[in-house]
């Protein structure tokens, strides 16, 4: 990964950063470039990464590994991933910076357990979430942390409530209308897939009519759903099987 960044190419684990970087925003790695640059002290952290699986979403665009709802309606016991206690042997008083990833946050013992006893040197947390439960306890938080708050928005309206089952739009809105009276810093992502493409420009109006920066990259994985894949035969037949699983008309 090293050498093919010395030689100006993206690896292929860093697709996502790649394609943010060239709508001109902000990615994962040059936000993490601009926190160095303002860092003062010696040997600190940044920490980021999943601790668990543990969800309340059937996403279309996710799996088993990532969502233990999916897992759940699929009929199979799939292991909890908890990475927790590799968290809890670093160097807390050394960690400056925290990223928080899913499974979901505001459904995750791990996570909580986090927030609740977060790094005392703590300089910035970000996390991510579906939105469908407010994580109130970051308002206080944000009294002494810069707290950003990365919400996934895959669509508006209907799709969103296809892509993000079972989170309700209503739910999603009202949540990330209360996030946004918080004291924090707030931003919408959008995976792009076949399955949402369509609704991206609705998504971006969305945004800009709110004031809420947005950010999106494209799904590679499942090829069947890459935005340029043209099976409409095999795409029918993915969102089929998808209805099927999550009881969906």
Known sequence: MEHAFMNGVFPNECVRCAQIEKEGKDSIRTYA???DQTETQQDYLQVGGVLDNVCNAACQTCGPDCSTKIGS????TF???NNSSGYWSLPQDRIRHLDIN???PSYSKNYKKILANLPPNLKTLRLNTNCNVVLHELEKIADR???TVTVS???IGDVHE??????KWDTFYKN???YKSMPVRLNLWTTVSILNVDDLPNIQAFAQEHNIDHSYAYLKEPAVLDVNNKDQVAVDAYIQKQKELRGMP
Do not use: A, Q, S
């Open 33 to 35: 470039i601009k926190l």
């Open 73 to 76: 309606l699929m009929g199979r």
């Open 79 to 81: 292991p909890i991933i």
């Open 102 to 104: 899913g499974g979901e």
């Open 145 to 147: 942390v810069e707290v």
């Open 153 to 155: 928005c895959d669509g």
């Open 162 to 167: 296809f892509m993000r089952w079972p989170i």
């Open 176 to 178: 990330l209308m209360t």
